[in-house]
């Protein structure tokens, strides 16, 4: 009897230890999944509306342009909406293309880059924090996908960033791959500063060179662009594909002894 009692005894033991075990991993993944889908869900209900709404009036990418060059060119706070619509604009994927050469059309040339760089640097920042909260697991395998990436970009963080933003790749996608596999901030952000300035200066340029008062009168023609400015505007975005292309050609070559060795 006594024997019986103590493996009864064990059983139980046993049970509620299971129990408590079951319970603690339910809300360990409850709180890392439940919240993060729930947020998702969030985002896309809003992205939704917001384009059902678009679509409901009939706004296009166009008319949005038009109206918000009519407002932040006649209105003392244009700058800071400018700078809103930056911060926020990787949420809702409005394109960094236009609020770059908005910047250069509204501001002119000097602060339309200040601008330009500020915003894309805040935009940036808030890509690459939504994609570390979506991965914010310790584990190398969170990222199982990305695992070739991963070594360079935890190896030569800066480097990985200045070559994504370098080689015009898509700007929402690399800020939020960057976060995902958890890069690090400061050489991100550099990176990213750095590899992102010769299309900046390209497009604000391209910006500076349309004369708005023209532009709002009779549209795109050609009598509102300044020639000078856009050959130069031009030429800095072919320089730029050029040495993206020896980019790639250096580190292919620097990463070959490496991969001989392995």
Same mark, same amino acid.
């Given at each position: 009897?006594?024997?019986?009692?103590?493996?009864?005894?064990?059983?139980?033991?046993?049970?509620?230890?299971?129990?408590?075990?079951?319970?603690?991993?339910?809300?360990?993944?409850?709180?890392?999944?439940?919240?993060?889908?729930?947020?998702?869900?969030?985002?896309?209900?809003?992205?939704?509306?917001?384009?059902?709404?678009?679509?409901?009036?009939?706004?296009?990418?166009?008319?949005?342009?038009?109206?918000?060059?009519?407002?932040?060119?006649?209105?003392?706070?244009?700058?800071?909406?400018?700078?809103?619509?930056?911060?926020?604009?990787?949420?809702?994927?409005?394109?960094?293309? @236009?609020?770059? &050469? %908005?910047?250069?059309? /509204?501001?002119? +040339?000097? =602060?339309?880059?200040?601008?330009?760089? $500020? !915003?894309?640097?805040?935009?940036?920042?808030?890509?690459?924090?939504?994609?570390?909260?979506?991965?914010?697991?310790?584990?190398?395998?969170?990222?199982?996908?990305?695992?070739?990436?991963?070594?360079?970009?935890?190896?030569?963080?800066?480097?990985?960033?200045?070559?994504?933003?370098?080689?015009?790749?898509?700007?929402?996608?690399?800020?939020?791959?960057?976060?995902?596999?958890?890069?690090?901030? @400061?050489?991100? &952000? %550099?990176?990213?500063? /750095?590899?992102? +300035?010769? =299309?900046?200066?390209?497009?604000?340029? $391209? !910006?500076?060179?349309?004369?708005?008062?023209?532009?709002?009168?009779?549209?795109?023609?050609?009598?509102?662009?300044?020639?000078?400015?856009?050959?130069?505007?031009?030429?800095?975005?072919?320089?730029?594909?050029?040495?993206?292309?020896?980019?790639?050609?250096?580190?292919?070559?620097?990463?070959?002894?490496?991969?001989?060795?392995?």
């Amino acid at each position: 009897p006594h024997r019986a009692r103590l493996v009864r005894s064990s059983d139980k033991s046993y049970t509620s230890c299971m129990k408590a075990h079951m319970r603690k991993q339910l809300r360990t993944f409850g709180t890392r999944y439940g919240v993060r889908s729930f947020i998702i869900f969030l985002w896309l209900t809003l992205l939704v509306i917001t384009y059902h709404q678009l679509n409901t009036i009939r706004a296009s990418l166009g008319t949005i342009v038009v109206e918000l060059i009519e407002f932040m060119s006649t209105n003392p706070w244009g700058i800071l909406l400018h700078i809103a619509i930056f911060t926020f604009r990787p949420l809702f994927f409005f394109p960094a293309l @236009v609020l770059t &050469i %908005l910047a250069g059309l /509204l501001f002119g +040339l000097a =602060s339309g880059i200040v601008l330009a760089m $500020i !915003g894309t640097l805040v935009s940036a920042s808030v890509a690459y924090w939504v994609g570390r909260f979506f991965n914010r697991a310790s584990e190398p395998e969170a990222v199982a996908s990305m695992r070739s990436w991963r070594k360079l970009i935890q190896a030569q963080p800066f480097e990985a960033a200045f070559l994504m933003h370098f080689s015009f790749l898509p700007f929402d996608a690399a800020n939020y791959f960057s976060g995902l596999t958890r890069m690090r901030f @400061v050489p991100f &952000i %550099l990176g990213t500063g /750095l590899g992102n +300035l010769p =299309s900046i200066v390209s497009f604000v340029t $391209i !910006g500076a060179s349309i004369d708005l008062n023209v532009f709002m009168k009779d549209g795109f023609t050609l009598r509102a662009f300044n020639l000078g400015y856009f050959a130069f505007a031009l030429l800095i975005f072919v320089v730029s594909v050029s040495l993206t292309e020896l980019t790639r050609k250096h580190l292919a070559r620097a990463q070959q002894p490496q991969k001989d060795t392995l």
